[in-house]
């Protein structure tokens, strides 16, 4: 499979949420989200893990292809490198993988059901630097919700970043609310972690010498 075997299937103005061959793409200005008749199905009942932000998906091919017994979904928002993905994961025949192409707070919001996944991970998610760009981080009060809603009780979700000032943000996002409570001991991070597992930003980062923070949060049992 090549790059240009990837392609919609309708035009833009006929656009609609639809899953192509192990890939859910969600349109971008779309808002029939609840009309769409979309279920993410595996063949088994093994535990389903997330990856957002995965970039061309190194982490998580490698991730899928070691631990075969766990089901994986890969969330990109880049056409290219969902597209990347979605190469991998075909010419390799990863059959453990499903990749959904679209916008992570909306697709989780409306695509996943209730206590769906059993681990999260966020590797490396824009910075959005600027003060005036610091809005579109994903990381913020209503995705955390929404990652509360779909997560099992007693699980976690793991999160990556180079970024100083958005972990900082991230550990009050998570800490500030009733629904997650940090794995690690006060500051709340790490900056070594054994198997984690490497990615094309991970590796950038590290030549970089910048410090790779990483945080972990404890869905709290309801009730």
């Not at 090549?2 to 779309?30: A, H, S, T, V």
């Amino acid at each position: 499979m090549k790059k240009k075997d990837f392609i919609i299937p309708f035009k833009y103005e006929d656009r609609r949420p639809i899953i192509i061959n192990g890939l859910l793409y969600i349109p971008d200005n779309y808002f029939l989200h609840s009309q769409a008749d979309i279920e993410i199905l595996f063949n088994n009942t093994n535990p389903i893990f997330l990856e957002y932000c995965s970039g061309n998906g190194e982490w998580i091919i490698e991730k899928a292809k070691k631990f075969i017994n766990i089901n994986w979904i890969a969330v990109e928002y880049s056409f290219d490198r969902a597209r990347k993905i979605f190469v991998k994961k075909h010419n390799e025949n990863i059959e453990n993988l499903f990749i959904v192409f679209g916008e992570a707070l909306i697709f989780t919001k409306c695509y996943l059901k209730d206590s769906f996944i059993d681990h999260v991970f966020i590797n490396f998610p824009d910075p959005w630097p600027k003060t005036k760009h610091k809005k579109n981080r994903l990381v913020q009060n209503p995705f955390v919700i929404e990652v509360f809603r779909v997560l099992k009780e007693n699980s976690f979700i793991e999160i990556a970043t180079d970024h100083e000032k958005y972990k900082d943000q991230i550990v009050l996002e998570f800490l500030s609310t009733n629904y997650f409570r940090s794995f690690y001991k006060k500051p709340f991070f790490i900056n070594e972690l054994e198997e984690y597992g490497s990615s094309y930003f991970e590796k950038l980062y590290k030549k970089m010498n910048k410090q790779i923070n990483y945080m972990k949060f404890k869905k709290i049992v309801s009730g």
